[in-house]
């Protein structure tokens, strides 16, 4: 008989544990008994697993970011009209984002107690996603779409409104999902192809500003 201990589902369980009790209670505030008590399992198969707390909060960082950069990336290789494109981008990463809600929680509180290997991999994490957003603005630039000169500034503007929902969020309030996701793309949108300092663009034309 297959012991609990090597059974191929407990790390995905304490993985998901793990997850509810870091976004609920803290990482500080979360033991490796607590995990093992609300997941029925001893503290011995914690470390088994993944070493330490440490590790295992790493270990949610690096599958999180891994699905969610992936994700992006694909977009990113679509073949499609730039803006469009651009425009899918910030779809999808509001509903993965979602998707992923207690898990980015748990990284935009706790982020001073990850490991410096930890720190090192949210780091390059967030790297990878800023340049992917500054390389689809760059080529919106070119176009004539986003017309501001510090084109990292506004990546980190887009990336600051897609992640600070996250704080104020909660399911089941009077505004549906959908409809949230769609006023948040529009002020995003707003913001990318409306610079007062160089005149308004005008995004749903269908027209390349160039040929104006």
Known sequence: MKSKKNSPDTAQKLIEVAIELFSSGGFKGTSIRDIAKATGMTISNIYYYFGSKDGLLLNILEHSSRNLLNRLREVSECDMEPLERFKLLVKTHLNLVKFHKR???????DEENLSPEGNK??????????????????????LGYANYPHLTILAFNILGVINWHLRWYRPGG??????????????ILHGVLDNPSKG??????GRNPSTR
């Open 174 to 187: 009077p505004i549906p999902l959908e409809d949230l996701t769609e006023e948040i793309m529009d002020f």
């Open 103 to 109: 898990e980015a929680k748990i990284f935009f509180l």
């Open 200 to 205: 308004k663009i005008e995004a749903t034309s």
């Open 121 to 142: 991999v949210n780091k390059q994490f967030q790297v990878d996603i800023l340049n992917l957003y500054r390389n689809h603005l760059g080529m919106l630039h070119r």
